[in-house]
């Protein structure tokens, strides 16, 4: 069996993938500063590569007999006063050069759908300056490209929960959010595919009005959804842009601007997100 290298196991996707692959029998090695989280997160795998992808010194050989790298690593908030460019192409550079280094066979990278479209936003210019990088690095690759998690349609039902759920222009872009599991299954897949792109949705094509509307009947409250012009949020974008730094106004510049367009990508998978807000209403009722 094929021995995979897991950057990022702690994360949303990542967690999923490691389940993946153990379900999977698998043999897995992951990269990350902290077994205290892995065992936290339920992660239980004996060959745990300690180090910090951004201190290339401290990853020298972690790829040595692996044969394929899975890699979820990047920030969607940034902390310890790291950048996107740091993260998400450095980090993930700094593990390409090992793995090119080693004699890996293929790498898998999760970036985002319409990353190249969005090259304006900081977090999808640090994840297609690495996919440049990939793609002329001479190895097999697949650049996976989700339009959004079931994880962060869950503000919409907290916004339910509380009573009005707020929406800038009309609420009718499109979107099918995937469920990490689904996601997961894909990646793993990828391991023998041979995909150098592969977008990927959930299997429901949904508007923000209706995720809205499935919210509120999760929650069990009145439906209140508040329109807010378009020029509100090209204004809030902008006095963002000049008065904070990027550390605070780059997770909220992603989501004001993904939730303008749509982002609808190839249906896959079986997680629906009604179930998944039935689940968010029995942890959080």
């Not at 339920?42 to 007999?65: A, M, V, Y």
């Not at 310890?80 to 898998?108: C, H, M, P, W």
């Not at 409250?221 to 902008?238: E, F, N, Q, S």
Request: charged share 25%; hydrophobic share 40%.
């Amino acid at each position: 069996m094929k021995k995979i290298l897991l950057a990022g196991a702690t994360g949303y996707l990542g967690c999923h993938i490691a389940e993946k692959l153990i379900q999977s029998s698998y043999d897995i090695r992951v990269i990350g500063r902290s077994p205290r989280k892995l065992a936290e997160k339920g992660i239980e795998i004996e060959d745990i590569f300690q180090s910090e992808l951004t201190h290339p010194e401290t990853i020298k050989n972690c790829c040595d007999g692996i044969d394929t790298v899975i890699s979820t690593v990047g920030i969607t908030r940034q902390k310890d006063g790291l950048t996107y460019l740091d993260v998400d192409y450095q980090a993930n550079l700094n593990l390409l050069n090992e793995a090119l280094e080693s004699g890996v066979r293929k790498f898998i990278y999760v970036s985002v759908l319409n990353g190249e479209k969005l090259r304006h936003l900081k977090i999808c210019d640090a994840k297609e300056t690495f996919v440049e990088q990939l793609e002329k690095s001479g190895l097999e690759y697949c650049v996976a490209r989700p339009n959004g998690f079931f994880s962060d349609m869950a503000e919409f039902y907290t916004m339910a929960q509380k009573g009005g759920i707020y929406i800038f222009g009309s609420g009718e872009q499109k979107i099918n959010p995937i469920h990490g599991e689904d996601l997961a299954a894909v990646c793993v897949n990828e391991i023998h595919n041979t995909d150098k792109v592969v977008k990927v949705g959930g299997p429901d094509i949904l508007t923000y009005n209706e995720i809205s509307a499935i919210a509120f009947e999760a929650a069990g409250t009145k439906p209140k959804i508040i329109h807010i012009p378009d020029w509100a949020r090209k204004t809030v974008l902008g006095c963002l842009r000049v008065f904070t730094s990027s550390k605070f106004y780059g997770p909220i510049e992603f989501f004001l601007t993904v939730t303008a367009i749509d982002m609808t990508a190839p249906a896959y998978g079986t997680h629906r997100l009604r179930d998944h807000f039935a689940d968010l209403r029995q942890e959080h009722p």
